[in-house]
């Protein structure tokens, strides 16, 4: 690729990739998207879309999802019809009164950390879910929790910062890094290097491996999940639905399998089921134990969808770290690299605010929230001051 | 729990006989099929509850058949330690699972089961079959519009006619048998519109004589058109259906040597309210992959098992036979599933006679020689996108259009099959690609490439081998139970 010299070469033309393209570019910023395989290729493909506060506590993570939230609202918002943007609402049911009183204490505490939150009592579940069991203690209504369709978005972010003279390079793999003493200047990849001011690791569920080819450990490890995909349905399910038990999961550590129950509908109709968590490595073995309780746990709460069929399955990796933090920032073991990946179950919904913070990190930018939880350095024993 | 030494998945040309050699060599078998009677699609015939003694009707290969049920029959009452099969008909395998050394095979419930059924065994013959391949045309949505595979079933099980005036359409051999087959019926046959030219064949006559039954039949169809005036046109092909409602008439076309559309050619309208398409075959890839089975692209272009000349996958304990392996036919379907008969009951440590392998093996390799000669003199033309619209559809479950395809590619910057998919949704509805799979994939490269295994292998993976309930799915038994 001669010739070349951008700004910015990004790895991975994922969700977070894509964002990151786009936001740089808005930035003013001549960007490169370099994919080993196709576009929206890795788990952005095997994924809801899921743009969730409901499941966040006060934090950090809860500020980086308000922010995305007023980014999928605000600032792209003239393109949310492209990626079948949906304000649908969350709403999360409790099963027993214990259930429903930790849950309680749970939206209390989200208030304070400004989550509009509203309690639903057992006997109004029905105006939301008339399908629901009505089996159920109580439940919370999150009108912010939002859904797209995440390849569409991905794929229409690349687009637009193509239409803003991004170049995305697809079966070009990053084989090595171009360096100046510590400092990173630019990709070697199979089709030719690539120098450029700034490279960015974007490469989702495979960024420890990209890291550690640029010599600094970022510990995002693969968490695999299955979704159910149904027959196509008449509307059935009208919100974002999930089990109360799904927050605690999603920041579990566990080893063995656990599921928890995610239930929505799509515009092409299909109802979507999830979710199930394993630490089984990059194992791509469909497992019946797991689509067997993703599937009873559905119909608890749906007992209606008994007979519907299913029709495939998604099976993908979340891209995790220890701390169930995303890795967003400038990395200052390698000067010139950048990371953006780790986001676990929540990629797409965080994918926006994220590539915001880091171009602003990258441009020198006074970034809009704090972004030193997630820097990429805080898993080393010594952090580099 | 039943535990078989073998499990049989499809009781077509390649199942019955792997299963019957099978159990004739000492083997426990189960013998496991969709169809509520033995025969699969090449010998559907009628309900065998009201037997009636033109069952043969419109057969071929009928008497091969009727021997293969009288030895199903013996051996279903044989004593177990003797060789015997369990025929377990009117069920789908939906997953595979490993168990042990061997294989659970899960199977859908029929009307009135209670528990779900499931198969142990230690080995598998995977004899799944195939389906019509169908290219899209303005127009085929409409009612009148059929899988050759399907105007024949009809004809063969319930001897019902699909339509009055038909037009058969596509390539290859199978298209004589359901014009001829419908003429016999009472339909009146319009035309067989064949894109190909046939000149190939007599380009490779040894491989046309390999097997000579073929010019036999070819010999029966010619007399069979002519006394049923059937107009046989090559080069020709379908280029748009018209219709309200349902077919009307068909619009048709004539191909150049180099399979492109000719636009000096005007052919006029032909009035039918039936066309029946077949371009070659899709053999069914979904348990070939489940059980981690490698692939190829075939002459055809389909997809299908790599096996040895033992008919063993690379997969140890899987063995496919029968269209899944390349299509060519029942008699190499046949020959192939009594191989892996023979090759699960010697690797089982059963003693076989060697004389046998290596006749089936050169029975076999002929067949293949002949069957890459009929793939060869009847490709997909070259020129089938011609007369595709911007609002063509391409895949029916999911109504995606030839625009919103070229969009998914020149818009979003989808360079493979998979990624047009997931962004433009072909393949993604009711029949998973199954029907617009081939076509998505061809119409996802640049005009005129060949398709490659990972063109067709992420297509082709389907996590549930037939649809399954919510229900069937939290209720059923695991390997992970343990014993039960």
């Known amino acids: 690729m001669p010739g070349t010299h951008p700004d910015v070469v990004v790895i991975g033309a994922g969700a977070l990739g894509a964002a990151t393209?786009?936001?740089?570019?808005?930035?003013?910023?001549?960007?490169?998207?370099?994919?080993?395989?196709?576009?929206?290729?890795?788990?952005?493909?095997?994924?809801?879309?899921?743009l969730l506060v409901s499941d966040k506590e006060a934090g950090p993570e809860l500020d980086l999802a308000l922010l995305s939230h007023q980014l999928w609202r605000g600032e792209l918002g003239e393109f949310g019809g492209l990626w079948e943007f949906e304000e649908k609402g969350g709403l999360v049911v409790a099963a027993t009164a214990g259930g429903m009183a930790g849950l309680t204490e749970l939206t209390e505490r989200q208030r304070a950390a400004g989550i509009d939150v509203r309690e639903v009592a057992a006997d109004e579940i029905h105006d939301f879910e008339p399908h629901l069991t009505p089996d159920l203690a109580g439940a919370a209504f999150y009108p912010q929790d939002c859904q797209v369709q995440p390849m569409l978005m991905a794929a229409h972010l690349l687009r637009l910062a193509r239409e803003l003279g991004a170049r995305v390079r697809t079966g070009t793999t990053v084989t090595g890094f171009l360096r100046d003493g510590d400092r990173v200047t630019g990709v070697r990849t199979d089709r030719g290097d690539i120098a450029a001011g700034h490279v960015v690791n974007a490469a989702g569920t495979w960024a420890g491996e990209l890291a550690a080819l640029a010599g600094v450990e970022v510990p995002v490890l693969p968490r695999r999940g299955f979704i159910l995909v149904t027959e196509p349905l008449p509307p059935t399910v009208f919100h974002k639905v999930y089990a109360g038990e799904y927050v605690a999961s999603t920041q579990s550590s566990d080893e063995g399998l656990q599921t928890s129950t995610v239930i929505e509908g799509t515009r092409a109709g299909t109802v979507l089921?999830?979710?199930?968590r394993e630490r089984v490595g990059f194992d791509r073995t469909v497992s019946l134990p797991a689509l067997r309780e993703i599937a009873g746990k559905a119909l608890a709460l749906y007992p209606g969808l008994a007979p519907v069929a299913l029709m495939r399955t998604y099976l993908g990796f979340r891209p995790y770290c220890p701390d169930h933090l995303p890795v967003i920032g400038t990395d200052p073991r390698a000067p010139g690299l950048a990371h953006v990946a780790g986001h676990e179950g929540a990629g797409i919904g965080l994918s926006v605010g994220s590539a915001k913070l880091l171009v602003e990190a990258m441009t020198g930018a006074t970034p809009t929230i704090d972004i030193t939880p997630f820097r990429p350095e805080r898993f080393s024993l010594q952090e580099v001051s | 729990m039943v535990e078989f030494d073998l499990a049989v998945v499809g009781a077509g040309p390649a199942g019955l006989s792997a299963a019957v050699t099978a159990a004739e060599h000492g083997l426990r078998v189960a013998l496991v099929d969709a169809g509520t009677q033995p025969g699969g699609q090449f010998w559907r015939h009628p309900d065998e509850q009201h037997p009636r003694p033109d069952e043969g009707r419109g057969q071929h290969l009928w008497s091969r058949f009727t021997d293969l049920r009288a030895r199903l029959h013996g051996l279903e009452s044989a004593a177990a330690t003797t060789g015997r099969i369990e025929l377990v008909s009117?069920?789908?395998?939906?997953?595979?699972?490993?168990a042990g050394e061997g294989f659970a095979l899960h199977l859908t419930a029929v009307h009135g089961e209670t528990r779900l059924p499931r198969v142990r065994a230690a080995a598998l013959v995977l004899c799944p079959g195939g389906y019509d391949r169908q290219l899209p045309v303005p127009g085929w949505e409409l009612p009148g519009v059929m899988a050759a595979g399907g105007v024949q079933a009809l004809l063969k099980a319930h001897r019902s006619v699909a339509g009055r005036r038909a037009v058969v359409a596509g390539t290859g051999p199978f298209l004589l048998p359901v014009a001829t087959g419908l003429a016999e019926a009472g339909a009146e046959v319009v035309a067989i519109c064949e894109a190909g030219s046939l000149s190939g064949w007599a380009r490779r006559p040894i491989d046309a004589a390999a097997v000579p039954s073929k010019a036999l039949e070819a010999v029966e169809y010619a007399a069979l058109l002519a006394k049923h005036r059937i107009p046989y046109r090559m080069r020709t092909v379908v280029t748009a259906i018209h219709g309200e409602t349902e077919v009307g008439a068909v619009s048709v076309g004539r191909l150049d040597r180099s399979g492109r559309l000719r636009t000096d050619v005007s052919l006029p309208d032909l009035d039918v309210d039936l066309v029946a398409f077949g371009w070659g075959f899709t053999p069914s890839l979904e348990l070939i992959t489940a059980v981690g089975a490698s692939t190829r692209v075939d002459v055809d272009e389909s997809l299908v098992a790599n096996v040895d000349d033992w008919q063993r996958t690379d997969v140890p304990g899987a063995y496919v036979a029968g269209e899944a392996t390349g299509v060519g036919g029942a008699l190499l379907a046949i020959a192939e599933g009594e191989l892996a008969a023979l090759a699960a009951s010697r690797d089982a440590g059963r003693p076989v006679s060697e004389a046998s392998v290596r006749r089936l093996q050169r029975q076999i390799a002929r067949g293949r020689r002949f069957a890459a000669a009929m793939h060869r003199a009847h490709p997909v033309p070259a020129g089938w996108q011609d007369w595709l619209r911007q609002d063509t559809t391409v895949c029916r479950c999911e109504e995606t259009t030839l625009g919103e395809i070229c969009d998914a590619r020149r818009e979003l910057g989808a360079t493979d099959a998979r990624t047009v998919k997931l962004l433009a949704r072909p393949g993604m509805g009711w029949c998973q690609g199954r029907v617009c799979g081939f076509a998505a994939a061809k119409l996802a490269k640049p005009v005129g490439e060949a398709l490659t295994t990972s063109d067709l292998a992420p297509l082709a993976k389907r996590t549930f081998a037939a649809p399954v309930s919510l229900e069937t799915l939290a209720t059923a038994p695991t390997e992970s139970d343990g014993a039960t």
Do not use: D, K, Y
């Open chain 1, 21 to 50: 393209a786009w936001f740089a570019t808005r930035a003013g910023l001549t960007v490169e998207v370099v994919e080993r395989g196709s576009i929206v290729s890795g788990t952005t493909s095997a994924c809801e879309g899921n």
């Open chain 1, 273 to 276: 089921i999830g979710s199930s």
């Open chain 2, 90 to 98: 009117g069920h789908q395998v939906w997953f595979v699972e490993p």
